[in-house]
């Protein structure tokens, strides 16, 4: 039985993701969060569920995410925002802490490193691959660059620090184009597509099918996720959400008066 770390389980991609792993009879979930009760009440039944093991504390808690990401198959790193928030680092400290526990796993599984390593598995953002977005119209893709400007900083900065550690731990790049809260569809991983919008249950099952992959083909690759069944919802909070990043981007000092928002 295969267990999977989850990193942002109270997010949308990492409560998505809990679901999706928990349809499977032969999948253990290592469920990290800040907030436990906050994680239980967006999903009542991994509470007793002896399938889920919850970690809580702080995301710069080395032993704890050691403890957390031990003995797994793979490990989602999906610690972000949906906002434009100035100075966002939640990515890279999340990705630093976990390179950090990965090396404190190999130091004490002693020499030659016995005890094999997880792969991990970056939620990053298709806005930052020029091949992926290559179709997205040009009027379009500076407004969203800058709308997540500092979020898309974090995501760039956090890839290469994991790229620098390839010699040791393997990292997959997925980068989805535009999410939503919607229902599962169907979906499809792709090296020369994305598209928008997709919902966070396919992304999902995109990312275990990625982490799965016996061949290990999306290894240190940039991967992209597009709709076989329909595509999702436009999400209604897409107009604010972009608004307001864009004040957060021309006006940070801005930042503390202004709403927390997020496509929904």
């Not at 897409?238 to 981007?249: D, E, Q």
């Amino acid at each position: 039985m295969a267990t999977y770390a989850v990193l942002g389980a109270t997010g949308n991609t990492g409560n998505s993701l809990i679901q999706n792993l928990l349809q499977s009879p032969d999948a253990r979930v290592h469920a990290y969060c800040r907030n436990r009760t906050k994680l239980i009440r967006i999903l009542p039944n991994v509470a007793d569920n002896k399938k889920v093991k919850i970690f809580e504390g702080s995301i710069d808690d080395v032993d704890l995410l050691a403890d957390c990401i031990r003995g797994t198959k793979a490990v989602f790193l999906t610690v972000t925002t949906n906002d434009n928030v100035p100075g966002c680092r939640l990515s890279q400290d999340s990705a630093l802490t976990v390179i950090r526990a990965l090396e404190k796993i190999r130091e004490a599984s002693g020499p030659g490193g016995a005890t094999p390593l997880p792969k991990l598995v970056l939620l990053s953002s298709a806005t930052l691959d020029d091949h992926l977005n290559r179709n997205m119209p040009a009027w379009f893709k500076p407004i969203m660059k800058t709308a997540a400007s500092h979020v898309y900083e974090d995501l760039r900065q956090t890839e290469e620090i994991l790229r620098a550690q390839q010699d040791w731990v393997s990292t997959i790049f997925i980068k989805p184009g535009g999410l939503s809260v919607d229902k599962q569809r169907g979906h499809k991983l792709s090296f020369d597509e994305q598209e928008s919008f997709i919902s966070y249950l396919d992304l999902a099952a995109a990312m275990i099918e990625a982490a799965d992959d016996p061949d290990g083909r999306y290894d240190m690759r940039n991967v992209g996720v597009v709709n076989t069944g329909g595509g999702a919802q436009f999400p209604r909070g897409t107009p604010l959400c972009i608004t307001v990043g864009l004040l957060r981007h021309f006006f940070p000092w801005l930042h503390p008066y202004l709403p927390s928002t997020g496509p929904s």
